[in-house]
């Protein structure tokens, strides 16, 4: 099946979330709709002193007013703010985090195999990977399944999807260390990352990654 075909619509993601929300509700953090079907995070990291970013204005007055559309619920800040050390290993097990891509704008997403809206817009992940994809921007899809790699492999392998690549957090230390600073409460949660390695926006929810509103937001990024 064609990615195109696999995509969903950010309606229908929301309307799969609150279908199986009820019944899913793994771990206890299964993604949980605010009224307009997403949510920013909160911005709990703004009132720390953050001297290792430096925000650039001129570039966050672009991307503000392209957080809109498919991706209205992404959260620019007002300054880019380090973020927490985020461990995870590669498929090959190789202890990994945020730093070994330095250099690159990234679209970092957390999801579980048992999330159902972020089963969905896997597809579009990888469809914005490899559109825009290259040195200077990664989507970075982190999977928190608990247990062995085989249910997210097979997965990706199900729905074709090979150049995310696997990488993984098993111990879901990833999404409760951006739960303490507010930036997590379910799953998916995005996060857009500049190329200094400066959290710029966030969001929990899903979006319609492979849309124009997306790719006019990530292709901003890249810019910056």
């Known amino acids: 099946m064609s990615q195109s075909r696999n995509r969903l619509s950010t309606a229908t993601l929301v ?20 009224p307009s079907g997403n949510a920013p995070a909160t911005e709990s990291l703004a009132a720390a002193e953050n001297t290792a970013c430096k925000a650039d204005p001129e570039m966050l007055a672009k991307l503000k007013p392209l957080a809109k559309g498919e991706v209205a619920a992404m959260g620019i800040r007002e300054k880019p703010v380090v973020l927490p050390e985020l461990g ?42 490899a559109e825009l994809g ?27 999807v090979a150049n995310l690549g696997l990488y993984r957090d098993a111990s879901m230390d990833v999404f409760n260390t951006l739960k303490k600073e507010g930036l997590a409460f379910g799953l998916p949660v995005t996060l857009i990352v500049g190329k200094d390695g400066c959290m710029i926006g966030a969001m929990n929810g899903p979006a319609e990654w492979a849309s124009k509103d997306a790719k006019a937001l990530v292709g901003a990024l890249k810019g910056s």
């Open 15 to 34: 309307a799969i979330a609150i279908a199986l929300g009820a019944v899913v509700g793994a771990a206890g953090i299964y993604w949980k709709a605010s």
């Open 134 to 160: 290259d040195d200077g921007f990664k989507v970075l899809a982190i999977n928190i399944d608990t247990g062995d790699v085989a249910k997210p492999k097979a997965f990706l392998d199900e729905i074709g």
């Open 88 to 129: 995870f290993v590669s498929e090959q097990g190789d202890a990994m985090t945020l730093a070994d891509f330095a250099g690159q704008a990234m679209l970092v997403n957390l999801w579980a195999t048992w999330c159902a809206p972020c089963r969905a817009e896997m597809p579009a992940l990888s469809e914005l990977q």
